[in-house]
């Protein structure tokens, strides 16, 4: 915004401080040749000295221990309020003392804004908080928390007010629960749905400066459980597909260990679902041979995943389980058999002994 001119100084004429934060103000001065800058001087919205100080002099810095000189360039004043709150709210001045021409002041204002989350993900079936706060609890009489879908629809979640209990409305009873204070509100819906997607307005009603507001936007995703198979299409020639239903739509690679012997690139298929989330289907055609002697395995990269799923399709360890079962069966079989030649020598032995009792 264009700065205030007043003489020969300029400030920014209006700023918007967030609450809690830090903030700098800035002022600045065209000086004639011949003046020199001798002091500087913030007055602070009660018009009373907030900082003072001669330029280049570091000791002879005084004024309001919530504030502090900063860093700024020669005919430039800037002053640093450590953390703001809604009291710092107002007009400032900043004088600059001038010899000899006497005194130039230029004025900027301060806006607090409060705070608000910035925007959220949340994964469907867990747990969002959002939250906002107003530094001044004792001038809000009530809170309120509204949301908006994708599509505009508007509607009411929560609300909190003096000398009640939080009030949740009925679509969002069992599901969402609002904190019961006037300065920090968090909103907390659980399990969180894909309908919940959208943005969230925290409204606070204050007197006298009337409603206050401010928006976090939350992003719902649905994780993917990728699942991998594949068939013989024709002699020789097989076709794999990785396949992922997520929200929002998931990346599917094939990784190809040492030789990459596929018919091609991968084809990529997208199909939006009813509920808003979307199937991912990734073709890969590879000759037959491949599967037998390398591994092959589909990557899904998904915004909601601190790393890839890996899912392999390797042969390998198909080839050995059934040598494994071949094995194992072969070996059930000779222990049967063994068993029964046992069996069968032990009948007979029983039988040649009964034999020469009855002789």
Not at 167 to 180: D, F, H, K, N, T
Request: with cysteine; proline share 6%.
């Amino acid at each position: 915004m264009v700065g205030r001119l007043q003489g020969r100084v300029t400030a920014p004429e209006r700023l918007e401080a967030p609450v809690e934060k830090p903030f700098t103000l800035t002022c600045s001065i065209v000086r004639d040749r011949g003046e020199s800058l001798r002091q500087v001087r913030w007055l602070d919205v009660q018009n009373q000295t907030l900082l003072s100080y001669q330029p280049g002099q570091r000791d002879s810095v005084s004024g309001q221990q919530h504030v502090e000189l900063a860093t700024s360039p020669k005919d430039t004043s800037a002053i640093t309020i450590r953390r703001v709150g809604f009291r710092d709210e107002g007009c400032y001045t900043c004088i600059f003392d001038l010899h000899p021409s006497g005194s130039k002041q230029g004025q900027t204002c301060l806006i607090v804004t409060f705070t608000v989350d910035s925007n959220k993900t949340a994964v469907s079936g867990k747990r969002a908080s959002l939250s906002c706060s107003y530094g001044l609890p004792e001038k809000v009489h009530q809170i309120m928390w509204r949301h908006t879908s994708a599509q505009g629809d508007s509607a009411d979640v929560a609300s909190f007010a003096k000398r009640s209990d939080p009030m949740i409305e009925p679509p969002y009873q069992g599901r969402v629960w609002l904190s019961a204070s006037l300065s920090v509100s968090e909103l907390i819906i659980q399990p969180v749905t894909i309908q919940d997607e959208g943005c969230y307005t925290c409204l606070y009603s204050t007197h006298p400066e009337g409603q206050e507001s401010s928006t976090v936007c939350l992003a719902t995703y649905v994780l993917p459980k990728p699942q991998v198979s594949y068939k013989t299409t024709s002699p020789g020639v097989i076709e794999a597909n990785c396949t992922s239903v997520s929200r929002p739509p998931a990346e599917i690679v094939w990784n190809v260990e040492r030789d990459n012997r596929t018919m091609g690139p991968p084809v990529t298929t997208q199909l939006p679902q009813g509920d808003g989330t979307t199937l991912v289907i990734s073709t890969l055609t590879v000759r037959s041979g491949l599967l037998k002697d390398v591994s092959v395995k589909c990557l899904v990269h998904h915004k909601g995943l601190e790393s890839p799923i890996a899912v392999s399709m390797n042969t390998k360890i198909g080839t050995a389980l059934t040598i494994l079962i071949s094995v194992t069966t072969v070996a059930a079989l000779l222990v049967m058999s063994l068993c029964f030649c046992l069996w069968k020598c032990f009948l007979h032995k029983e039988g040649e002994s009964f034999s020469k009792r009855l002789t």
